[in-house]
């Protein structure tokens, strides 16, 4: 019989020998997460509300809207092009963790980054800050503790970064059940400890220094009923369906955008595209989604089911292209907006539907397509509309929105780097 090799001993001493790195990993990536932030918002506030009083333009003219994506969209087809490692890959061949970047490359992917969350663009900023934090880590930590793996570095990384962005390290959690970084043959929780304090201090530092607020301005679900399990599943697999759509599309829609082989042409492109699509959803179906989701909710009583459809569309086909032509940008917040416009369009539909109830079954189903994480997809719906009693209900109700999707392509392209002319 072949000798099987012991497990490594995990002590507590050597578990505490790994605190002091990964509360510096997660309070730096935390640190990222909002410099990063505040300086897009800065800039986003300076162009899209500050400048246009001062040049006597209504900021809502529909020119103005289409100049200022296509001005995005040239300039980060510049920083694509020029930048020390061309603001890394291609964000459409990789996936939310991938491997780490070098450090010549992270000042051009910041740079990148800013421009689309500032810009308008249809992308979320999770990809692009978790390269961000994982690269410096990795780079800063093996020089640290040169001994130690780079997987180790990785974790930490992912885990302070989705903690942070999200306010807890439950998340962080979820996800790290799936990858569980580290030796097999050690238990999960030995290898998730480091990983944990890190999304810990990447989560309190996120919640001292800033307001971040995910959860909806929603009616409280009244409680459980059994009708609502029927309800939600179908909600969810009819949103898992929306969200297989976009996954469909997007391969070729990558291919028809990438025949243009410079970078700057085919961002500029794809900013003046968008600026038509800012046009025809408004301001509502623009930026990454978040605060727009919560405005539209806020105010849900001023949109009929179509304005709702129309955004939930508009903003699947701007996500579609602003991933295609190779903006710096992540998938999950525009695929979380579209499942909150889902869920609201049920209940403009459907008034008798617990709006807590669709709301979180159609952002389950969307979130199960495009990111293929069904523990990621229950935590952010539970994010957006924070009630426990909905959990058991979400679970069932991602079974089938799952069978829907599995077996299916995933929204990653297997194709070519982005053009560097």
Not at 7 to 19: D, M, N
Not at 59 to 73: E, R, V, Y
Not at 218 to 227: I, K, L, N, S, T
Not at 319 to 346: D, K, T
Request: contains cysteine.
């Amino acid at each position: 019989m072949a000798e099987t090799t012991a497990a490594p001993t995990v002590t507590a001493g050597s578990l505490l020998r790994q605190v002091p790195p990964a509360v510096l990993v997660g309070v730096g990536s935390g640190l990222t997460l909002i410099g990063i932030s505040v300086l897009a918002g800065w800039l986003q506030g300076l162009v899209w509300d500050d400048l246009p009083p001062k040049l006597g333009v209504d900021p809502d003219a529909a020119w103005w809207t289409i100049l200022l994506l296509t001005c995005t969209g040239a300039l980060a087809g510049l920083v694509v092009w020029k930048a020390p490692g061309h603001a890394g890959p291609d964000p459409a061949t990789v996936e939310l963790v991938s491997p780490p970047l070098p450090l010549r490359a992270l000042p051009g992917l910041a740079a990148a980054l800013i421009l689309t969350l500032a810009g308008g663009v249809s992308l979320g900023p999770e990809n692009p800050i978790i390269a961000l934090n994982v690269g410096l880590a990795v780079v800063l930590g093996m020089r640290l503790l040169p001994k130690t793996q780079a997987v180790f570095w990785i974790g930490l990384a992912l885990a302070g970064t989705i903690g942070a962005m999200f306010g807890t390290p439950v998340g962080a959690a979820l996800l790290l059940s799936e990858t569980s970084p580290g030796d097999a043959r050690i238990p999960l929780w030995n290898r998730m400890f480091a990983p944990l304090v890190a999304a810990g201090a990447g989560a309190a530092t996120m919640l001292a220094l800033s307001d971040l607020d995910l959860a909806l301005p929603v009616p409280a679900y009244g409680g459980f009923h059994p009708g609502d399990l029927a309800i939600a599943a179908v909600i969810a697999v009819a949103a898992s369906v929306v969200g297989m759509v976009g996954v469909y599309a997007f391969p070729p829609l990558h291919a028809v955008f990438h025949r243009i082989t410079h970078p700057v042409v085919l961002l500029t492109l794809g900013g003046a595209l968008l600026g038509v699509l800012g046009v025809l959803g408004g301001r509502d179906s623009m930026f990454k989604g978040l605060d727009e989701m919560k405005d539209v909710s806020a105010h849900i009583g001023d949109y009929s089911a179509g304005h709702l459809a129309l955004l939930a569309g508009v903003k699947l086909v701007a996500l579609l292209v602003a991933a295609s032509v190779g903006f710096r940008g992540g998938r999950i917040f525009p695929a979380l907006f579209i499942g909150v416009m889902l869920g609201w369009l049920v209940v403009a539909v459907f008034p008798d539907v617990a709006p807590a109830v669709a709301i979180t079954a159609a952002c389950v189903g969307i979130l199960v397509a495009v990111t293929r994480n069904g523990w990621l997809a229950l935590f952010m719906a539970l994010t957006v509309v924070p009630d426990a009693d909905l959990l058991p209900i979400l679970v069932l109700a991602a079974l089938p929105a799952w069978l829907i999707v599995v077996g299916r392509p995933q929204m990653i392209v297997e194709g070519p780097a982005t053009p560097r002319a």
